[in-house]
């Protein structure tokens, strides 16, 4: 079933002629899962099975990751700045605001579901803005000022 936020984002993407990508198959699901030591629960996991994000940046300039595109902050960043990311968490990036001005992640705790979504305007800083996906992705359809708050 695909959920009414998900459909919203598809239905959005391809009003402003945004490519969305098919829906991630459990394969792909569990490789995520498996490489970033995490499980796709509930809202994650019901949106990347409807739609495995876009293929370019939309015309606002988020660029929605497929999960084979999903990279951890120290992999782009090439070092643990933040200095809190521990053995217990691993931070992914999934959005790219404005050709990497900035990212969004999701900072997990390893071995479950459970995460939080922040912004990441550089590699020293984690600005924590909600632990709900769906929160994240109606704030994405108003252009909510939460998604932009990088001070």
Known sequence: MV????????????SIGTEPLEGANASTIAATE????????GELLDFYSSVNGIFDEDD????????QKWRA????????????????KVCIIFVDY???SWYYALLFDRNT?????????HQALFIPITDSFNEFLKWYLKDDEMLYNVS
């Open 3 to 14: 959920d009414q936020v998900a459909q919203e984002v598809i239905k959005h993407w391809i």
């Open 60 to 67: 606002n300039g988020f660029a929605f990751y497929s999960l």
């Open 98 to 100: 404005l050709q990497a």
């Open 34 to 41: 498996a490489y970033f030591d995490i499980s796709l629960g």
């Open 73 to 88: 902050h120290t992999a782009v960043f090439k070092s643990d700045a933040l200095d809190f990311f521990d053995q217990r």
């Open 113 to 121: 579901d459970k995460y939080t979504i922040g912004i990441l305007p």
